[in-house]
């Protein structure tokens, strides 16, 4: 489908409803206007024929009057009555009329005829039908070969300003019904059109507009509410119009004024949204909003040089507070959107959806009608969204909530561009340290690849165990660097697919040592513990060395090397199935007779392993390594991979140099 944003009016046409009954009635008017010569000119029996004749030649469609047309002579004012009007519709098409009136009535001023001006002081519409459709971007049942010249049917029908419009004292539509199909946006509305007859709280000739049908599927309504013809005509003053559209769940209210209704210029109003998913607003603004759990928003609603504007609008979106200004520039062949996003406590459930994670719903359970058994987002990616429109957004938080993992601060920017979106930067503030970083996605293909470069700096342990009873013994702080690049629809396909490289360094730790122990199955001192107070041993260092290669994430090197023992082992991780295979030992530096040398195994799927002890004999193993120079050579390998941001007095200094003088190389210079 090709978007209505390469039009360069997209978001004007999204709220063009009320332009719709604009050109039905202009249509109509038009039939009037075309009839006018006909009916004064030949003989009253001749009528019928010659005026569908006339007005079939000049619209380029049958024109067929079934009806009789009388005639109230009065030389000043005559009145003229049509019945039963047909115009045909598009050929091979399913509704044969595009048009049809029972009922048409109008006055007109005779001595501004013969000066070549239309002046309708009434004009009554009974029962009008009109079907407006939309096949194509170039393809519309109202566009006429008469409407390509410059003359009165054309500014009649499609007039291009409020003073287009023909003088008509009174207008009337009784029981008007407007059928709008859009094929390409998958919109269909049957609408209700009449005008107020006028009472102590409506004014005389106000339009009223109502209707109902669907949307991309969804139940579809609007209600609207304008000022009279004279007040649409009287370009000096704003033009009053209340509208409300619902779509599904969705909610959107206008209420204000427009100093070009017309053409949907100049708008000053109140703009409240209200839905389940704030998507859901792509098919009435192309703006490729991310996946939402319920929000509200109200704000101020501009418009000005094709320049639409949502000002100091504030709300909620789930759990989070969110408030700003957004632009949305609509004037050249792609629309372009501006925002400053800011939250002063955000939950990070409500934004999972730019990564690819169903939104929780108003009882707190996802979206996703069943479990897939999935730990990775596998939510597919919207490239018809992400094509739609350029962006350049804001979002900052003083304050992120997000259970089991210490977040603070957040700063992010997305760069939508011609179907790339960056992410740049990518900034968290995380367990007193830092997550940084960028995010490319390319959208431009039918299959999207994925790049990302993130840096841990100097993350502390302790928030991560925080109201829990390791809390007091965790302590230290850790670094690391991510890189992967895949290809796929989600963020599970994408990291099923990827290649890349994953570090991480700790050093000045402290880790409980019931779990060092236990891992090494030291009995005799281990039991104890489980039933009094945990103990901690100091962690000198910590190195872990990832590969990723297709999808498959491989352990290089996988250490800690504390005070009480040196605790390896290896790891394997399939992203694309999403099951690990992994083995830790520990091995005691003053192993007491009860020691062990089994293994703890780690297998199944990422969102249930299984843990277990490696049943065999390890009395002299070959798998994991019983002494801690064997990890030593690797780990100088990725030292320059990693930014640990802890310091040059660090514990792993020592590691470091031994790693460096086993491998017979000199280390690194401070």
């Known amino acids: 489908m090709k978007p209505w944003r390469q039009t360069g009016a997209a978001l004007k046409k999204s709220h063009s409803f009320f332009r719709w009954v604009l050109t039905g009635v202009g249509i109509v008017v038009a039939l009037a206007i075309l009839l006018i010569a006909a009916i004064f000119l030949v003989p009253q029996s001749w009528l019928n024929r010659y005026a569908a004749a006339t007005g079939s030649a000049q619209l380029g469609r049958a ?47 005779m001595w501004k005829l013969l000066i070549g001006q239309v002046q309708l002081p009434t004009l009554t519409i009974d029962r009008p039908t009109i079907i407006l459709e939309k096949y194509s ?69 106000q339009f009223i507009l109502s209707g109902d049908g669907a949307l991309q599927d969804k139940p579809f309504s609007i209600r609207a509410a304008g000022g009279s013809l004279d007040m649409l005509r009287n370009s000096s003053a704003p033009y009053p119009l209340d509208m409300s ?5 969705t909610q959107v209210s206008i209420k204000g004024s427009f100093t070009d209704p017309v053409n949907m210029a100049g708008i000053d109003a109140t703009l409240n949204l209200k839905g389940d998913n704030m998507a859901d607003l792509f098919y009435l603004t192309f703006i490729p909003l991310p996946p939402t759990p319920a929000y509200s928003l109200s704000g101020h609603l501009e418009e000005k040089n094709d320049i639409w504007s949502f000002r100091k609008f504030h709300g909620r979106v789930g759990d989070s507070d969110l408030s700003g200004d957004l632009t949305d520039d609509v004037s050249g062949k792609r629309g372009f959107v501006q925002a400053e996003l800011t939250s002063k406590l955000l939950d990070m459930k409500d934004i999972g959806g730019l990564i690819g994670i169903a939104p929780p719903k108003k009882d707190g359970k996802s979206e996703d009608a069943k479990d897939s ?155 104890p513990l489980l039933l009094d107070e945990d103990e901690s041993t100091a962690i000198r260092c910590a190195v872990g060395d990832f590969k990723l290669e297709k999808g498959m994430l491989n352990s290089d090197i996988f250490v800690f090397d504390t005070a009480a023992s040196n605790i390896g082992g290896s790891a394997r991780v399939n992203l694309k199935d999403e099951t690990i295979d992994m083995e830790v030992e ?32 390890l009395a002299a193993r070959g798998g994991v390594a019983a002494a801690l120079g064997v990890f030593l050579t690797p780990v100088a390998g990725i030292i320059p991979f990693i930014e640990m941001g802890l310091g040059e007095d660090s514990d792993c200094r020592g590691l470091i140099e031994a790693a460096h003088a086993h491998s017979g190389a000199s280390p690194p210079a401070p």
């Open 245 to 249: 559209i619902k779509m599904g769940a």
């Open 373 to 527: 058994g999935r730990l990775l987002p596998d939510m597919p990616l919207s490239l018809e969204r992400l094509r739609a429109t350029d962006m350049d957004v804001r979002l900052k938080a003083d304050q992120v909530s997000e259970p089991g993992w210490p977040m603070n601060a957040m700063n992010v920017r997305f760069l939508l561009k011609d179907g790339v979106l960056r992410i740049d930067p990518l900034n968290f503030g995380m367990a007193n340290g830092r997550l940084e970083g960028a995010v490319t996605l390319n959208g431009q293909k039918d299959v999207p690849k994925v790049e990302a470069d993130m840096w841990l700096k100097r993350l502390s342990m302790k928030p991560f165990f925080n109201d829990s009873r390791f809390e007091e013994f965790a302590a230290g702080h850790f670094g690391g660097h991510i890189q992967f690049g895949g290809a796929g629809r989600s963020m599970a396909e994408v990291l099923g697919s990827s290649d890349g490289r994953m570090a991480a360094v700790m050093s000045g730790g402290k880790i409980s040592l019931l779990i060092v122990k236990a891992a090494g199955l030291e009995l005799g001192e281990a039991a």
């Open 137 to 205: 971007e170039e393809e519309k049942n109202w566009q006429f070969p008469v409407l390509s010249k410059a003359n009165a049917v054309v500014r009649t029908a499609v007039p291009q300003g409020r003073s287009g419009f023909p003088v008509i004292g009174v207008l009337k539509i009784n029981e008007g019904k407007l059928v709008y199909r859009d094929m390409p946006k998958k919109l269909a509305a049957v609408l209700t059109i009449d005008t107020a007859s006028g009472d102590a709280n409506r004014e005389r000739g």
């Open 63 to 109: 024109l067929v009057i079934d009806g009789p047309i009388t005639i109230d002579w009065d030389w000043t004012t005559p009145h003229v009555h049509v019945n039963k009007i047909r115009l045909a519709n598009v050929p091979d098409k399913p509704d044969p009329d595009m048009v049809v009136i029972d009922n048409l009535e109008f006055g007109i001023k």
């Open 586 to 617: 520990s091995h005691p530096k003053d192993p007491s007779i009860l020691t062990a040398h089994a293994s703890i195994l780690i297998t199944g799927k990422l969102k249930s392993p299984v843990v277990a002890v490696d049943p065999k004999e």
